[in-house]
């Protein structure tokens, strides 16, 4: 240690060490070949994989194409900071940081080492006057690669003890701890290889390498000196040497794989939750095929994430189909879908079922959680959409896409209807008058439903107590086709979108207020695909804004005012509870507005909220278009949110979201369960006092 003290006292540019010292040129010479067969083994397996991701089609949009500056943004924050990695698993996300620090550190470092090699190779310098592995330098280099091993070696081993717990998602493979192994022993033997190499040379000046020195202590008192260290440390360097050739040589056939194709996902992907590609006839009548048939009608780039995912399972654990004891995994999704890939000429089915198609609710929860980027529900509705052109989709679904195709709503109820629900409100539409500051979308389920009749009915009274000249646009009003698009028939939603663009165009609409998140989501995210090709114009020109957030705009200008002894007089239940919609809280990451609403007219002690609440939200079961799906109340994919509301000992349960209104109602009335669900309008509408 006083040794060791005194040479950091007095650093200077002789400090240094011989680079491939006790090497001799035999050995030189192997390494330098099987360098080569190692590198050629990765290329290769790396080369057999583009040849896979290019089966894929070519997409419409490259990720390439993407601004320089919006990669560089991702590959720093995504990758070398590790922000989707660390956002949940708290332990197993600090763990995969040390991994891929200490790997990634010391792979540069081994970089480094190889440039001051060769350049000074190419000059005649002598290996201990080298170019700039000395000084400070070399202080600060060896210090930092300790350090990096063993942040490597801590990861590795938190890794190697998950996959022993019984409990762990992880899937087992037993390449894994073939990788694992060959990381730890690469450490133990680098450190082992320094410390005989630091007793080999014996002199003050190798001995900055502090895990190194802690190695060199115990094998001097174990006897070895600088004269018998040599055969020692050569067998150990060629056995270091051996284990990274082999982890290079292994790389791609391996799901180390995932480094760097995941590394690629989130660099280059397009990824918007809530977001759906289009199809155009055009594309249909080249192909002659609708969605994904075989694994080669997915994109290069969708290929590509197949080979990103590590199977951690985060997917899975949020999946509430899964939760329910549905078919659906979307991991299994991913995994059997890259199985198909290897295997070439087998059907997609044998990746991912038709019944596990089917029981997704697209509630994103598994895109939104994935570390690196891979989107399940892609290709889940890539092949639904097969399924629907191929006519596969029976039963009460169908049913409702037939409905929604002849009477633009799933009900199947004539249009003259939809103004039913406002049965002695004086609602305006939109043909009777001039100047209005919003539309109103009442949607389908406000329309026909009549429990959600009194959401609507709540909301026009919220508006007409405001003074907001608001319209609506009664029997011109169609479904948007959110329901039609995520079960899988594209061109039923855009006949139904095509149809509402040509309405709205005829009138000044600036902004749309829905109590929907799911028309919410198609205002925001699908109708400005067709906007400018279905006689909309060349400007998507309107505002869509939920109802929670409308009426937050409205009370924080003034024009609604909650009576100071609102909270105290309001006829809810001593605690409430509010459940965010998947669609309006992890996809469009609207929280806030419903709970300051909640707030105004709740105490703050008469609120809890939910396990699962703001954008980690759980499903009520309706998205995706299984609101059509025949199940009973107690079999639905909801069924572990009814009872965490039951688990909440909440008597009112607070919505706002007419699909989760009609899920959580029947799930809870199934469980026998006395909890009232009821929506924030109507809560709001009650602190006021103007109910009708």
Known sequence: MVKLLSQIAGIDKTVTREILGNVDPISRTVFYVLTVFALCSFVHGLWSRWVLWKQGRRSDASPCSLPLGVIVSRVVGRILL???????????????VLLFAGFGILFIGTILIAIE???????????????????????????????????????CLWFFNRRFKSDSSMAHVRSDYVVLGLLVSLVITGYVAEGLRITLEDTPLPGFSYVGLLFAWPLQWWGVTSENAAPIHLTLWWLHVVLALGLIALFPHTRLLHSLAGAINLACSEQTLGVMQPISIEQVEETGLVGAEKFTDFTRWQLLSLDACVSCGRCEELCPADQAGKVLSPRDVVQ????VMELGNVPLNN????????????????????PLGVDPLEFITDVRRNLVAEGKLKGPPGQALQKMQRSGNPWGLPADERLTWSEGLDVPLVNDVEDFEIVYWVGCAAAYD??????????????????????????EERCTGESARRMGDEFLFQELAANNISTFSKYPIKKIVTHCPHCLNSFKHDYPQFYEEFGGGDDFHFEAVHHTQFLSELL???????????????????????????????VNGITESPRELIQLTLPEESVVELSRCGENTACCGAGGGRMWFDDEAVERTGSGRVDEVIESAAKTLAVACPFCLTMMNDGLAAREAAVEVRDVAELLLEALGTAS
């Open 351 to 370: 990746g991912i079922s038709n019944d596990a198609a089917w029981a997704c609710t697209t509630c994103h929860a598994c895109v939104e959680t994935c």
């Open 450 to 475: 009549r429990r959600i009749q009194k959401v609507a009915r709540a909301v026009v009274q919220l508006l007409q107590a405001a003074k907001v000249k608001f319209v609506v646009l009664g029997p």
């Open 82 to 96: 590790q922000r989707r990695v660390r956002r949940q698993r708290k332990a197993a996300g600090r763990a995969h």
């Open 336 to 339: 059997g879908l890259r199985c």
């Open 117 to 155: 090699h060769y350049s000074a190779a190419a000059i005649g310098r002598s290996p201990l006057d080298p170019i700039f592995h000395k000084g400070l330098y070399f202080v600060i280099y060896e210090f930092v690669l300790d350090t990096a091993g063993l942040a490597l070696l801590a990861g």
């Open 556 to 586: 924080a200008a003034g024009r609604l005012a909650i009576p100071e002894n609102a909270q105290g007089g309001n006829a809810v239940a001593a605690l409430l509870t509010y459940h965010d919609p998947c669609y309006l809280a992890r």
